[in-house]
């Protein structure tokens, strides 16, 4: 599905980034199936931005629940 065109003003950003860093980019573009690198981070500011929002501003907690019904929380930093 395409996305719209946004309205928002755009800022060009360059980032130096490890190779191994820019090879983990490419291994979640390809499971997600975003269109960019630059979706791919997008995204994650996206998620990361809510996650925190959640847990530090409204106090929820992040939790991992396993298959085995055993959970984990996961900090955020």
Known sequence: MPRMASK??????????PKRVRERLERVQE??????????????LTLYDALLMTTREDGGKLLVRYEDGSER???LV
């Not at 928002?8 to 980032?15: A, I, P, W």
């Not at 499971?31 to 994650?44: C, G, K, Q, W, Y």
């Open 8 to 17: 928002d003003e755009k800022v060009r950003l360059n980032l130096e980034v």
């Open 31 to 44: 499971m997600s199936e975003a269109d960019s690198l630059t979706e791919v981070i997008r995204r994650a």
């Open 73 to 75: 929380e996961l900090m």
